[in-house]
């Protein structure tokens, strides 16, 4: 389990598929505590396993299959990766809860500036967007962000310039592509849903009444606002 708080950017140095299997190679040294075999790392929010260690550059054994339903098949050696350790018991946890299991792959739409940040706007499929809710949590590309809005096919994030700096952001461009993992809990939610096992008694008003909803205003569609 990780947090979506990247630790640092590695450099990828290997990338090599054949047939059902391949393996890649990342560069990455100033771990605050080393890492070894068989740790789990995220990579651009890919859970992977360290399965070889050659000096400061880690190797990980990847299926076919993940190459072809991420953004790993889209990246060169030279490239620069997103990297963030699974959590150990007691560790703060800083953002949401990531599993590492990416549910599908976003299209930068556009950037443009506010402020000192930036706001990206991602276009996703239509699946992954019934995960998201307006200020709920997403990872993109393994970074922990809040759903800043939320549209009929895409919504947006915005960027500090901490994380523009320290991760992969800063070098991202409409048209790339990235991974994406909604939020496990909505997973969950769903999945009840689906086999009918909500209870449908409850009403609105009574989660109004507990606290579990608020009246609020939120974007229904990308710069439009709508009530919920």
């Not at 963030?84 to 990531?98: C, D, S």
């Not at 200020?135 to 310039?161: N, R, Y």
């Not at 320290?166 to 939610?189: I, M, P, Q, S, W």
Request: aromatic letters at 6%.
């Amino acid at each position: 389990m990780f947090s979506g708080i990247v630790e640092k950017m590695g450099v990828l140095k290997l990338s090599k598929l054949e047939h059902k299997w391949g393996r890649i190679g990342v560069q990455a040294s100033g771990w605050e505590d080393e890492v070894q075999t068989g740790d789990s790392i995220a990579v651009q929010g890919i859970c992977l396993t360290i399965a070889a260690k050659e000096g400061d550059v880690l190797y990980f054994d990847v299926l076919k299959e993940t190459f072809e339903r991420t953004t790993l098949g889209d990246k060169h050696p030279g490239d620069r990766l997103n990297l963030e350790r699974a959590l150990r018991w007691g560790q703060p946890m800083g953002g949401h809860i990531v599993i590492g299991h990416v549910d599908g792959v976003g299209e930068i739409r556009a950037v443009r500036p506010a402020g000192r940040d930036r706001i990206f706007e991602i276009a996703a499929p239509e699946e992954l967007l019934d995960g998201l809710v307006y200020k709920g949590s997403v990872a993109v590309d393994g970074v922990s962000l809040t759903v800043a809005e939320l549209g009929a096919d895409s919504f947006c994030v915005h960027i500090i310039p901490y994380t523009m700096e320290n991760t992969t952001f800063g070098g991202l461009r409409a048209g790339d592509r990235v991974n994406l993992e909604v939020d496990v809990l909505a997973k969950y939610v769903r999945r009840l849903i689906e086999r009918g096992r909500v209870p449908w008694h409850i009403e609105w008003d009574e989660l109004r009444r507990i606290g579990l909803i608020q009246d609020e205003i939120v974007e229904g569609d990308v710069g439009k606002d709508r009530d919920r």
